[in-house]
């Protein structure tokens, strides 16, 4: 049974390209969770999503951040326009029944904007 | 906003000596989780605490959970150079939906 798996595990963008970050949840998993760390810092909440839906988005920027979870394949956190402050590790986690269970994180992907 | 105060922010330990690493809630926690990152890696989760007053031990850690549930702590036994990284305590957000508020987590180094 495969963990969550995310690619691209590093991804160099120059300032103003997009970033697509994938994420596949642990088999049975329908529920999908985002989250930023920035260096030397704790981890910070994005977004959920279930399969279709965007259940809570309180903690994405209100631009160039978006993110899907089709009813098919991986969920995508897209960075349009990226900058230099958003260089961090982004997590993707998933859970069984979305509420006080553990989360299982997926390895990151590591963005660096140059 | 919900907000979980995790102290100290470093501690570096000689091997053999002991380690604990505390939060605190404004607010009463339904729950608290811990999780364990080490160095380039990805958040592992430990244990999750649940009844006030709860104490869980696994192998060399212990986990309190406080009688009013607004605080929890991690306690190691004799660190090893194995228990190098970063400890994060973690609440569920107010709405249920297994979303997360991590505390800022305390970065343990282990010297042999």
Not at chain 1, 80 to 107: H, I, K, N, P
Not at chain 2, 65 to 91: M, P, R, W
Request: glycine share 10%; net charge positive; charged share 20%.
């Amino acid at each position: 049974n495969a963990g969550v798996m995310q690619n691209p595990r590093h991804l160099v963008r120059r300032r103003g390209q997009e970033a697509r970050l994938r994420c596949s949840p642990m088999k049975g998993h329908s529920h999908v969770y985002w989250y930023r760390q920035l260096p030397e810092e704790g981890l910070k909440f994005m977004v959920y999503l279930q399969k279709e839906n965007i259940i809570d988005e309180s903690g994405m920027p209100k631009e160039r951040f978006s993110a899907e979870f089709p009813k098919e394949g991986p969920s995508i956190l897209r960075i349009q326009q990226v900058v230099r402050g958003d260089s961090a590790a982004y997590f993707c986690a998933s859970s069984l029944t979305g509420g006080e269970t553990e989360a299982f994180f997926g390895q990151g992907t590591r963005l660096t904007v140059v | 906003g919900q907000q979980v105060m995790q102290i100290p922010q470093y501690q570096h330990v000689q091997e053999g000596e002991d380690f604990t690493t505390y939060c605190n809630s404004s607010t009463t926690l339904s729950n608290i989780q811990w999780y364990k990152q080490r160095p380039g890696g990805h958040p592992v989760f430990l244990i999750q605490l649940v009844k006030s007053g709860e104490v869980k031990k696994q192998k060399r850690l212990t986990f309190q959970f406080g009688e009013a549930k607004k605080n929890s702590s991690l306690h190691i036994t004799a660190t090893q150079t194995t228990d190098v990284g970063t400890y994060f305590c973690a609440q569920e957000g107010s709405s249920n939906t297994g979303k997360l508020i991590f505390g800022q987590g305390t970065t343990l180094q282990v010297k042999p």
